[in-house]
């Protein structure tokens, strides 16, 4: 599978989104909750409370939609500001509370319309960066699709990353890069290759610690082991102090 087949895979339609993921592992005892407290509510963000093996955790994801009228809504999962800071106020409520933060990321990349600008997108994912770095709770993100640029960043200084098998994780689109590195948007397949997007290759260097594999037929048995794999890490990460949980997320990007 060469790397701009991933890029396709990753874009599928018919590809479960994070509404699927929430749905299936955490049932009716997710509870969304809405708003930055400062602009709007962004649909692109969905967060909130649910409960994983009998203990409260934070969920917070990036939301493509699932038909036409979802993706209009929530703007092709392309969060606006207020989608990043509605993300921050509910990972610092996490750290409060003592909650571990769970984050599903698919997304091409931030919204970068005028108004979006206007509000300080830049800003919101920056702030995102550097208190996620001094969350003093676990933080646990997974790339289910798309990984866009800082888009996907904001929701991905975690403690460990996981990628699934034919997600996608990048500095720039590979249409993006054709276009700045040949001017040609032709060399999509070529830039796709050498930016590296692939989990296989992410793993290899160091930015990710689990490939999560992709069954041909998802079922029930496949996100009841993903549960029991989040669930499982979650009580390791747990186990640390927060010294030393802080310590080891620092050095986990300081080496690149």
């Not at 990036?62 to 979802?70: A, I, P, Q, S, V």
């Not at 571990?100 to 600008?117: H, K, M, N, Q, R």
Request: proline residues 3%; glycine residues 8%; hydrophobic residues 40%.
């Amino acid at each position: 599978m060469s790397a701009f087949d991933n890029v396709t895979a990753a874009r599928a339609n018919n590809r479960p989104t994070a509404i699927d993921y929430i749905t299936r592992i955490f049932g009716d005892s997710f509870i969304e909750l809405h708003g930055d407290r400062r602009f709007a509510d962004d649909k692109a963000v969905i967060g909130g409370i649910a409960e994983l093996n009998g203990k409260p955790v934070t969920v917070i994801a990036l939301e493509k939609g699932r038909n036409l009228k979802e993706r209009v809504d929530r703007n092709f999962g392309s969060a606006h500001p207020e989608g990043y800071r509605k993300a921050l106020r509910l990972m610092k409520q996490a750290e409060k509370f003592h909650r571990p933060v769970l984050c599903f990321v698919d997304t091409s990349g931030a919204y970068c319309g005028i108004g979006a600008e206007e509000r300080g997108q830049g800003q919101a994912i920056a702030e995102n960066l550097m208190e996620m770095m001094t969350l003093k709770t676990p933080i646990l993100s997974v790339f289910i699709g798309e990984g866009g640029s800082g888009g996907a960043l904001a929701l991905a200084v975690a403690d460990e990353v996981w990628m699934l098998e034919n997600a996608i994780y990048s500095v720039i689109s590979p249409e993006g890069c054709a276009s700045i590195l040949w001017k040609d948007s032709t060399k999509t397949a070529e830039a796709s290759e050498c930016l590296k997007l692939t989990s296989k290759d992410l793993f290899k260097l160091g930015v990710i610690e689990r490939i999560i594999r992709e069954p041909k037929t998802v079922d029930s048995v496949v996100f009841e082991s993903f549960k029991t794999l989040i669930g499982q890490t979650f009580e390791k990460l747990e186990a640390s102090d927060t010294e030393t949980l802080l310590n080891k997320r620092y050095n986990r990007f300081r080496k690149y």
